[in-house]
Each structure stands twice: as C-alpha cells, then as structure tokens.
C-alpha cells in the first residue's frame, strides 16, 4: 500500500516543480523531500522522476502516479473533514452556474444563508466548460450546466428547465425575420448557442447567428441588454436574465410561437465524497428550481 506522507510529498513536489519550494511548504528539507521519493521509487519499484540537474520531468508513471495519488489525496481530505464535522447548516459550499440562473438562484441561497449563520456560499459565475474544469479539478462542490456533460469522472441530473426568450428595443411590438435583419444582434458568451435553439425553432431562414449585423457584445450577464435598451439591436437570452434587467421599461421579452427551454443539469464530481451540507444544499436547490 502506498504511504500517503510520500505521495503527498511526491504531488507536492510535481505541482512546485522544484526541490527547494517543496521543502518549504512542507517544512522539511530539501534532503528529506529526495528521500521521500527514493522511497516512493523504491517502494513502487518504478521511477518516477527524470533528474536533469536541479530540474525534472516525470516518467509516464511518474504522471499517472500524480494523477491518480492527486485523487486519493483530496478523497482522503473530503473523508477526514467529514468525519470530523458534518453539520448540514455549517460550513462552505463552493457552488457555479451560467450567469442567467445565478441571477435568480445566488439572492435565493443568500436568503437562506441568513437564516443559517453558519452555512457560506461561496458562488461563482461561469459558463460551462469553466465549471465542468473546477468540477472535475475539485475546485467547487456543485456546478449547474446548461448542457449535459460529457467528462467521464462527472455526474449530471436534469433538475430543471430554462425559457428561452427574444429581446428586442421597447418600440419592437412584434419580431418577423425582416426586421430581425434591420435591427442586428447583440452577441454575449452563450448567444450563438441560445440564438440557435430558439431561432431556428421559428424561423425558418434562420442558419447562425451571423446572418445578423453584429451591434455589439458584453459578457457581463447584467449589461447584456443595456445595448438593447438604447436601441442598438436585439439577442436571446434565458428568461431569468431578461427579467432581472434592472430597466424593464426600456426593453420589450418576446415569447415566440414555438417555445424552446434550455435544460439545467445540477452536476458533481463522482469521486468526492458529499457532505451532509453538500446533499443539503444539492436538495434545496433541486426543489426549488424545479418548482
């Protein structure tokens, strides 16, 4: 069985990548840290490193040892802070999402949190690719995705769906292809995907988005209709992030024919272990959203 104190020594010293630096994080010395992965070697009987002077690279054991030993190490971490606290009401939940349901879900968890002093919500903003990385990295507890995943050591549920809405300029009482081409799109990180989902749903001449005159783009999830309201141009966006447009007056939802909602999968690493707190807030989220 492998000695967790020098796989801890061996990662630690891949993700310095230097002797000295290890030392010093890990209080010992930069003898004690070489011994440490003589003994690993020995033990696994394989190197691991590849010295070359003061620097090294890993052998293809050495990477799939940091891999895998990487793991171990952080389920061993989850395991020794559940077993030494786990309240459902105490402690932090890293947690992501898409910026159109963070605007509806971050204010709602905040109103919980008050009542449970204890509980902190550590909440990011992100798109998806961004929160499968932390995920699969163990970075966060849960992340939402707008898309179902496709990296192998993550679990997704669909918990809940998302309308799909144009947004146009107040004056705009009703949208035809025509005037779609007059007035010009916004884009923002997601508008490609959302503008084809609902576009091509309804109109038939749709293709992609640059079809349009491109007016402008924002990825700040709260700015992205400013353009809009001035009159610069039209986008798609979830319903969530439309009605939380601070100047409502200024721009006009359009609900088309044929509805479109995007699915929300809550999603987690397959490998850590959940906290009462985690399953509590996975719980609350789920009943909610799905309301």
């Not at 033990?43 to 799939?64: C, D, H, M, W, Y």
């Not at 204890?118 to 690719?129: G, R, S």
């Not at 001035?230 to 992030?241: D, I, N």
Request: aromatic share 8%.
């Amino acid at each position: 069985m492998i000695n967790q104190t020098l796989l801890k020594t061996f990662c630690t010293l891949v993700e310095n990548g230097h002797f000295t630096r290890t030392a010093d994080r890990l209080a010992m010395t930069q003898s004690g840290v070489s011994q440490h992965i003589k003994k690993l070697e020995q033990q696994l009987e394989v190197p691991l490193l590849i010295r070359e002077g003061k620097s090294f690279s890993l052998t293809n054991a050495g990477e799939q040892l940091y891999h895998q030993g990487n793991e171990l190490l952080k389920s061993s971490e989850d395991l020794e802070r559940l077993i030494k606290h786990d309240e459902p009401h105490e402690g932090v939940v890293k947690f992501s999402s898409p910026g159109s349901i963070g605007l509806r879900l971050y204010p709602f968890l905040l109103s919980h949190q008050s009542n449970h002093p204890n509980l902190i919500i550590d909440y990011t903003f992100a798109p998806n690719k961004n929160i499968e990385q932390a995920l699969a990295e163990r970075k966060i507890d849960l992340g939402l995705l707008t898309d179902l995943t496709k990296v192998n050591n993550l679990i997704s549920k669909k918990i809940a769906v998302e309308p799909l809405v144009l947004v146009t300029p107040k004056n705009i009482t009703s949208v035809d292809w025509k005037q779609l081409i007059q007035l010009g799109f916004i884009a923002h990180p997601d508008a490609a995907h959302h503008g084809r989902l609902l576009l091509s749903e309804n109109f038939s001449e749709f293709e992609h988005v640059k079809q349009f005159t491109h007016k402008g783009f924002s990825n700040q999830i709260s700015l992205i209709l400013e353009p809009v309201s001035r009159g610069f141009g039209f986008t798609v966006l979830p319903l969530h992030a439309a009605k939380a447009f601070h100047q409502q007056g200024l721009i006009r939802i359009h609900h088309l024919n044929k509805p479109v909602n995007e699915n929300l999968y809550l999603c987690f690493n397959r490998q850590a272990i959940k906290s009462n707190r985690i399953k509590y807030i996975e719980s609350y989220i789920t009943s909610y959203l799905a309301a």
